[in-house]
C-alpha cells in the first residue's frame, strides 16, 4: 500500500500519464482510499488544466515546484 508521500512523489507522472498500468491501479487504489489525496489529485488536474489550456505545455519550474511545497504542507498539516 502506498504512502500518501509516495503518492505525491508520483503525483505528477499520474497526471502525465506516464506511469505503467501496473503503477496507476497503485495510485487509483491510494486515491480510493485516501480522500484527502484524491481532493490533491483533483486539484492539482485542475491545475493543470488552467496551464495547459493557456497552451503552456510544461509547467514552469517555478509553479512546479510551489505547487510541490503547497501539497506538502497541506499534507504536513493532516494525518492519512
Ligand atoms: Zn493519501
Do not use: G
Not at 487509483?28 to 496551464?51: G, K, M, S
Amino acid at each position: 500500500m502506498l504512502t500518501c508521500k509516495d503518492f505525491l512523489a508520483e503525483l505528477s507522472d499520474f497526471l502525465d500519464e506516464s506511469l505503467s498500468p501496473e503503477e496507476r491501479r497503485e495510485l487509483e487504489n491510494h486515491i480510493n482510499a485516501c480522500p484527502n489525496c484524491w481532493v490533491l489529485a483533483d486539484t492539482t488536474r485542475r491545475t493543470v488544466q488552467i496551464y495547459k489550456e493557456a497552451e503552456l505545455y510544461e509547467l514552469p519550474e517555478e509553479v512546479r515546484n510551489r505547487l510541490a511545497q503547497a501539497l506538502e504542507k497541506k499534507m504536513a498539516s493532516k494525518k492519512c
